[in-house]
Nanobody, 121 residues
Framework: VQLVESGGDSVQVGGSLKLSCKVTGLSLNDYCWGWLRQTPGQGREGIAGIGSVGNTLYSNSVKGRFTISKDNATNTLYLQMESLKPEDSAVYYC????????????????WGQGTQVTVAS
């Protein structure tokens, strides 16, 4: 599977940004897909997940501000980010969990190269 993120940028506090992830090798109709982020010196943090039927789940840190979605026709995963804060600055990765089970924002085992998001105050 190949996951290629895009859309990262520098934005002002309170701004919005939409990340994209083009997936090849697997179908978004299958498996649990999501987004992780990582800041320097920290491990990867799962923040959003979407299941094969479109069910979504979010970490408390982004709930109400971020929206995960997918376009099965183009096999593209999205993350719409609103009301951005400085603490949202990180490298963002799209990811997949190949094992079955309930889809959450945790337990991903493959991810892309990431895209940088910087929120300036």
């Amino acid at each position: 599977v190949q996951l290629v993120e895009s859309g990262g940028d520098s934005v002002q506090v309170g701004g919005s940004l939409k990340l994209s992830c083009k997936v090849t090798g697997l179908s978004l109709n299958d498996y649990c897909w999501g987004w992780l982020r990582q800041t320097p010196g920290q491990g990867r943090e799962g923040i959003a997940g979407i299941g094969s039927v479109g069910n979504t789940l979010y970490s408390n840190s982004v709930k109400g501000r971020f929206t995960i979605s997918k376009d099965n026709a183009t096999n593209t995963l999205y993350l719409q980010m609103e009301s951005l804060k400085p603490e949202d600055s990180a490298v963002y990765y799209c990811a997949v969990r190949l094992e079955g089970g309930f889809c959450t924002y945790l337990g991903f085992n493959q991810w892309g190269q990431g895209t940088q998001v910087t929120v300036a105050s």
